[in-house]
């Protein structure tokens, strides 16, 4: 990953945007080129999807040091989407969710770990439901570049997986999958 994305930020980078620095993006929620999307087993049985529609972030990539990179993502977890109302404010109730008490999740790297040209791990502590442990985003490398506006974006997708009992939890559906599609703009 750090050698594709030092060769992208050398031969693509914006003027003013120099190659010896740390880029600092914010995630495009405006236009909503972003997504944080998660499945968890429904009672057991099949598979409840849905997203989360109310986030926000930023992240700094530094191409000569990406243990230096941080990322910070807030997500507001009583804007969960499932596709259903009733659902969705069913599972905001204490015994799964607990938006009332805890709205929001928070997580902040600590390190990056590269794990090939366009892949690496991006170790943190994630805060939900007032609990914070560590937690780890498998990130992959998707583009950056110009965009039609005058401005440049760099995007990352990534997957994690939540162990609710971990974040003080009481549901039994096992584990809940996540995944993000991160796009920056350059700041």
Same mark, same amino acid.
């Given at each position: 990953?750090?050698?594709?994305?030092?060769?992208?930020?050398?031969?693509?980078?914006?003027?003013?945007?120099?190659?010896?620095?740390?880029?600092?993006?914010?995630?495009?929620?405006?236009?909503?080129?972003?997504?944080?999307?998660?499945?968890?087993?429904?009672?057991?049985?099949?598979?409840?999807?849905?997203?989360?529609?109310?986030? %926000?972030?930023?992240?700094?990539?530094? /191409?000569? &040091? !990406? $243990? +230096?990179?941080?990322?910070?993502?807030? @997500?507001? *977890?009583? =804007?969960?989407?499932?596709?259903?109302?009733?659902?969705?404010?069913?599972?905001? %109730?204490?015994?799964?969710?607990?938006? /009332?008490? &805890? !709205? $929001? +999740?928070?997580?902040?790297?600590?390190? @990056?770990? *590269?794990? =090939?040209?366009?892949?690496?791990?991006?170790?943190?502590?994630?805060?939900?439901?007032?609990?914070?442990?560590?937690?780890?985003?498998?990130?992959?490398?998707?583009?950056?570049?110009?965009?039609?506006?005058?401005?440049?974006?760099?995007?990352?997708?990534?997957?994690?997986?939540?162990?609710?009992?971990?974040?003080?939890?009481?549901?039994?559906?096992?584990?809940?999958?996540?995944?993000?599609?991160?796009?920056?703009?350059?700041?």
């Amino acid at each position: 990953m750090k050698k594709l994305l030092i060769a992208a930020m050398l031969f693509a980078a914006p003027a003013g945007l120099s190659s010896a620095t740390a880029a600092d993006y914010k995630i495009d929620i405006e236009g909503m080129h972003a997504a944080i999307n998660f499945k968890v087993k429904h009672v057991g049985i099949s598979w409840l999807t849905g997203r989360f529609d109310k986030f %926000d972030g930023s992240f700094t990539f530094d /191409e000569n &040091n !990406p $243990s +230096a990179s941080k990322v910070i993502v807030d @997500v507001d *977890v009583s =804007s969960v989407n499932s596709n259903h109302q009733k659902r969705d404010e069913h599972i905001q %109730d204490p015994g799964y969710l607990n938006t /009332e008490a &805890n !709205p $929001s +999740a928070h997580f902040e790297s600590t390190s @990056v770990e *590269v794990t =090939s040209d366009d892949t690496g791990i991006i170790h943190g502590n994630l805060t939900l439901n007032g609990v914070t442990k560590p937690f780890d985003l498998h990130a992959s490398f998707v583009g950056m570049g110009d965009d039609p506006w005058g401005g440049y974006r760099s995007a990352f997708e990534a997957t994690a997986v939540i162990h609710p009992e971990e974040f003080d939890y009481k549901f039994k559906y096992g584990d809940v999958y996540l995944e993000l599609y991160i796009e920056g703009v350059h700041q």
